[in-house]
C-alpha cells in the first residue's frame, strides 16, 4: 500500500531533527535549507524560544532590519514575557516604531546595554561592530545563504555554535566589488556564509525544510524541480485546496483570459509579439498594469485552508515583480494612470522572502537582443515564481526560448569554483516550457 503524504507530520519530523541538534548536537554549525515559504521563521523564532527556556542565552543574526524587526514582534506574539534586546544602528529611524509598543523589549545602539536578556537581535552590518562583549554560547543565522562569507567572518568570534537557516535557491549574495580574483578559493568573501562555512566544514550536519505552506500544487512541482533538484519538496497544500475565483465575468480581452487560465491553473504567460524593445517596454509594462487593473476590477477572491470563505483579493495582496528598478518604476507608473494604488512593485531583490496571493511578473529575458549572466541568473527567476499563495502571472514577449538557444552561456569557468545547479539557461527553459502549456496571446 503506498504511503499517504502527510505534510504537517513531514515538516513536524524534519523540525524536530533540527531542534535536537540545535539544542542536544556537539557541532559547531547546523545548516537548515528551506524552499520557499516552508516556514524558515517559524523555525528560527522556534528555536530561538526553545534556546532561551533551556537557559541559553543567543543572537540572532538577519541581513536587513527589516527582518530584524520582523523577528522581534513574532518573538513577542509568541511569548511577551521573553526578554528580547533589540541591537539598533545609530541612524535616526533606526526600527520600525512598532517595537516601541513592546514591554518585553529593550532597545539600544550598544550591546552592553542588552547583556544579560535572553535574545538580542540585529543586522549582520551591526553585529560586525560588536567588540570587547562576552561571547554567546548559540547563535542564529537568518537568510544565511544571503550573507556573504566576510560578513560571517566578521562576526563569528560572536557566538560558539549556530544555526545556519537559509533558502538555497534565492538570490545569491550581493557585492558591488568584483571578486574574481577570490573565484574557487575556500575563503572567497563574495561567496555565501553557507558554502564558505561548508567548504571549511563538510561534516557539519545538514538539515532541509520538506513541505512549502505559500506554493500551492499547482506551483511546487515546477519550482521544485527547477531550481531545487536535490533537495525536492512538496506543497503542503493538495489541488483543490486552494481556489481563485472573480465576481465579474471575463470581457473577452487578453488580461482577461489569462487571469482565467492562471485562476484555473495557477499559472499564466500572456505573451507579446516578439521584438527588441527598451528595458523599460511600454506594451509590456502597460500589459502587468491591465492585468492586475483588471484581477482587482473582477472582484478577485482566494479560497483557502486559511478560509473556506472567500477571501478579496485585495492591492496589497498582489505583487508585481521586475528584474530592473528602472522597469518597477515604469510599472508603478503605468498602474498610478489607472488608478491602482497599494500594489506591491519591486525587483526580486526586494520581493525576497515576502508573500502575496498572485503575482505578476515582468519576464527579465523578454525583449532583450542577449541572454546576461544577470539575466540568466537562477535566484532571480526562482524569486520571481515562488511569491504566490495562489496565482503566478508572467508577462513575456514571444521569443525568449529561441533567445535562449542562441545565446548558450559563455561565462568563463573558474577552477574551483562549484558550479550552480540548475544553470540559468536550463531553469529558464524549464518555467518557458511550463508557461507554454498555459499561454495566451496579446491581440495588440
Known amino acids: 500500500?503506498?504511503?499517504?503524504?502527510?505534510?504537517?507530520?513531514?515538516?513536524?519530523?524534519?523540525?524536530?531533527?533540527?531542534?535536537?541538534?540545535?539544542?542536544?548536537?556537539?557541532?559547531?554549525?547546523?545548516?537548515?535549507?528551506?524552499?520557499?515559504g516552508a516556514g524558515k521563521s517559524t523555525l528560527v523564532v522556534r528555536a530561538a524560544l526553545e534556546l532561551a527556556a533551556a537557559g541559553r542565552p543567543l543572537m540572532v543574526v538577519a541581513q536587513t532590519n527589516a527582518q530584524v524587526d520582523d523577528l522581534v514582534v513574532r518573538l513577542a506574539e509568541k511569548d511577551p514575557g521573553l526578554p528580547v534586546g533589540r541591537l539598533h544602528?545609530?541612524?535616526?529611524?533606526?526600527?520600525?516604531?512598532?517595537?516601541?509598543?513592546?514591554?518585553?523589549?529593550?532597545?539600544?545602539?550598544?550591546?552592553?546595554?542588552?547583556?544579560?536578556?535572553?535574545?538580542?537581535?540585529?543586522?549582520?552590518?551591526?553585529?560586525?561592530?560588536?567588540?570587547?562583549?562576552?561571547?554567546?554560547?548559540?547563535?542564529?543565522?537568518?537568510?544565511?545563504?544571503?550573507m556573504r562569507s566576510d560578513a560571517l567572518l566578521a562576526v563569528a568570534g560572536l557566538f560558539e555554535r549556530a544555526l545556519f537557516v537559509g533558502d538555497p535557491g534565492q538570490l545569491d549574495p550581493f557585492s558591488i566589488v568584483g571578486a574574481d580574483q577570490w573565484a574557487g578559493l575556500s575563503y572567497d568573501p563574495s561567496a555565501s556564509a553557507v558554502s564558505t562555512l561548508l567548504a571549511h566544514n563538510p561534516r557539519l550536519p545538514q538539515h532541509?525544510?520538506?513541505?512549502?505552506?505559500?506554493?500551492?500544487?499547482?506551483?511546487?512541482?515546477?519550482?521544485?524541480?527547477?531550481?531545487?533538484?536535490?533537495?525536492?519538496?512538496?506543497?503542503?497544500?493538495?489541488?483543490?485546496?486552494?481556489?481563485?475565483?472573480?465576481?465579474?465575468?471575463?470581457?473577452?480581452?487578453?488580461?482577461d483570459r489569462v487571469l482565467d487560465e492562471a485562476a484555473e491553473s495557477g499559472w499564466g504567460l500572456l505573451e507579446l509579439?516578439?521584438?527588441?524593445?527598451?528595458?523599460?517596454?511600454?506594451?509590456?509594462?502597460?500589459?502587468?498594469?491591465?492585468?492586475?487593473?483588471?484581477l482587482l476590477?473582477?472582484?478577485?477572491?482566494?479560497?483557502?485552508?486559511?478560509?473556506p470563505d472567500p477571501v478579496?483579493?485585495?492591492?496589497?495582496?498582489?505583487?508585481?515583480?521586475?528584474?530592473?528598478?528602472?522597469?518597477?518604476?515604469?510599472v508603478r507608473a503605468a498602474l498610478a494612470?489607472?488608478?491602482?494604488?497599494?500594489?506591491?512593485?519591486?525587483?526580486?531583490?526586494?520581493?525576497q522572502g515576502r508573500e502575496f496571493d498572485v503575482t505578476v511578473v515582468l519576464h527579465p529575458l523578454s525583449g532583450r537582443p542577449d541572454a546576461t549572466a544577470f539575466h540568466l541568473e537562477t535566484g532571480r527567476l526562482c524569486v520571481l515564481t515562488s511569491r504566490h499563495r495562489h496565482a503566478c502571472i508572467v508577462v513575456c514577449r514571444a521569443g525568449v526560448a529561441e533567445l535562449l538557444d542562441e545565446h548558450p552561456s559563455t561565462e568563463p569557468v573558474q577552477l574551483g569554483v562549484t558550479v550552480k545547479f540548475p544553470d540559468g539557461w536550463e531553469a529558464n527553459h524549464s518555467v518557458l516550457a511550463h508557461l507554454a502549456e498555459h499561454r495566451v496571446r496579446w491581440a495588440g
Open 1 to 36: 500500500m503506498t504511503a499517504v503524504f502527510d505534510p504537517g507530520a513531514q515538516a513536524a519530523r524534519a523540525t524536530d531533527a533540527i531542534l535536537a541538534d540545535t539544542l542536544g548536537g556537539t557541532e559547531r554549525g547546523i545548516v537548515v535549507d528551506s524552499p520557499p
Open 89 to 146: 544602528s545609530n541612524d535616526t529611524d533606526p526600527y520600525d516604531k512598532v517595537l516601541d509598543g513592546l514591554a518585553n523589549v529593550r532597545k539600544s545602539a550598544k550591546a552592553s546595554d542588552l547583556a544579560g536578556l535572553d535574545v538580542v537581535i540585529s543586522t549582520a552590518a551591526k553585529w560586525a561592530h560588536v567588540k570587547n562583549v562576552e561571547p554567546w554560547g548559540h547563535a542564529i543565522v537568518d537568510e544565511a545563504y544571503q
Open 208 to 255: 532541509r525544510l520538506p513541505v512549502s505552506w505559500r506554493l500551492p500544487a499547482s506551483a511546487a512541482p515546477l519550482v521544485s524541480d527547477a531550481f531545487y533538484p536535490y533537495t525536492p519538496f512538496r506543497s503542503g497544500t493538495d489541488h483543490g485546496d486552494r481556489r481563485l475565483s472573480f465576481g465579474v465575468a471575463s470581457d473577452g480581452s487578453a488580461p
Open 273 to 294: 509579439p516578439a521584438r527588441h524593445t527598451p528595458r523599460t517596454d511600454p506594451e509590456a509594462v502597460r500589459a502587468v498594469a491591465l492585468v492586475v487593473r483588471r
Open 297 to 307: 476590477d473582477r472582484g478577485g477572491a482566494a479560497t483557502s485552508e486559511r478560509s
Open 312 to 330: 478579496p483579493v485585495t492591492a496589497d495582496r498582489v505583487a508585481v515583480g521586475t528584474a530592473h528598478r528602472d522597469q518597477a518604476a515604469a
Open 337 to 351: 494612470e489607472l488608478g491602482v494604488t497599494g500594489v506591491a512593485v519591486d525587483t526580486a531583490n526586494r520581493l
